[in-house]
């Protein structure tokens, strides 16, 4: 058996890691498994399943600098207890660089970094990330990537120019997303949103999402359509900041927060409209997620139109006017037929029961290249 240490934040319901587990789902589990290096000390949504599917998650000291050596040690114990690995994949931007040079110094031959973001957030930890990614080159010695404007972000014009890196799709299980009247009209039987325009979003409540500016569009989309309710799943540090400004603007019956569901799939049937308004995106699951349900999708011009699988799916400037973005989701609720899009999807190349098995053909080529 070929197991592979995947390095990331933690294994919550996010984007990267739900791609991670749609990939670790259709494996041939009794030829590779998948381990987690996680970096956190938090547990994550995922944790339950992957170790009943056989998996490990190592929780590390975590990437503070000051507790670097601290992680050289604990992670030179892991190598040592768990001899069996040969290939290490790190996923948590520059970050994962950690992971990769303690693999290095611990003569693990296989060190992958994958590029899943097309900007490094600019917070307090900016200057710790530019020079992980300056250490980067060093420390890996393959490219992968979900996307051209994450490669470009992590590898470089040069890179991208001679295509020296892989192109890894973030596939989805696109059976648990074509629409589904049936699924449609009980949830929004469930959550009172018969005869409604249900604009939805999906995404952690993070500065990068942009929740702000999603809640200033919704406004002006309330002020012209008295039956539109904007949807909002997912959680995280800024969702309080967020209710109190959908309270200040006096929305709070037209916005639903539903949470981190495990039902997430099932919630684009109910939506009429899909919305990311992201600061960066590097190529977002969501949406293929929302493209594969024929969705009306509205992206910011942030995200890379690699994204763009449906001739009705429209990018928007964030400098635009709330009122340009309105005035598109108001236009874009007139789409009521949805069909089958399974074939689109896959000929897209977004299919993980296809994509799955070319990414094993890909880890077996490695472990017999360098064994």
């Known amino acids: 058996m070929i197991r592979i240490l995947h390095s990331v934040s933690n294994m919550d319901r ?39 599917m056989g998996g490990k998650i190592f929780h590390t000291p975590g990437l503070n600098p000051i507790k670097y050596f601290k992680y050289l040690k604990y ?41 899943h973001g097309a900007s490094i957030t600019k917070d307090w930890k900016l200057p710790i990330k530019l020079v992980c990614k300056a250490m980067l080159p060093a420390n890996m010695n393959y490219h992968f ?8 972000c992590y590898f470089g014009d040069k890179v991208v120019r001679q295509k020296d890196y892989e ?22 039987s469930q959550y009172n949103l018969d005869g409604k325009n249900v604009l939805g979003h999906v995404g952690r409540f993070m500065k990068q999402k942009n929740h702000t500016f999603l809640i200033d569009v919704f406004e002006r989309v ?22 109190k400004k959908v309270n200040d603007k006096k929305l709070d019956d037209r916005v639903v927060f539903v949470g981190n569901v495990a039902n997430a799939n099932e919630w684009y049937n109910a939506f009429d409209v899909f919305v990311l308004p992201s600061i960066w995106e590097g190529l977002p699951v969501v ?44 236009d874009k609720f007139k ?31 490695l472990y017999k290249e360098k064994k």
């Open 222 to 243: 309330a002020q012209k359509d008295k039956d539109a309710v904007l949807v909002l799943l997912g959680d995280g540090e800024l969702m309080d900041e967020i209710r």
């Open 75 to 115: 992670m030179k114990e892991v190598f040592k207890k768990n001899g069996e690995y040969r290939i290490v994949e790190a996923h948590n931007g520059a970050l994962g660089v950690y992971a990769l040079h303690a693999a290095k110094v611990n003569n693990v031959p296989v060190r992958i970094f994958h590029a």
């Open 14 to 52: 996010a984007g990267i890691e739900t791609m991670l587990m749609n990939y670790y789902r259709h494996m041939d589990r009794d030829k590779f498994q998948f381990d987690l290096l996680s970096n956190k000390e938090k547990p994550g949504a995922y944790d339950k399943e992957i170790l009943q």
């Open 167 to 188: 192109l890894i799709p973030n596939a989805i299980d696109v059976k648990e997303f074509v629409f589904n009247e049936d699924i449609r009209k009980n949830l929004r």
């Open 145 to 152: 990537s979900c996307g051209i404007a994450a490669a470009r």
């Open 287 to 330: 949406g293929v997620e929302a493209q594969a349900n024929d969705l009306p999708c509205i992206f910011s011009d942030c995200i890379t139109r690699e994204i763009e699988l449906l001739e009705k799916t429209k990018f928007i400037s964030l400098d635009t006017d709330v009122t340009v973005w309105a005035d598109e989701i108001i």
């Open 335 to 365: 789409y009521t037929n949805r069909k089958n899009n399974m074939s689109l999807i896959t000929d897209k190349n977004y299919n993980i029961e296809i994509e799955s098995k070319k990414l094993q053909e890909r880890y077996l080529q």
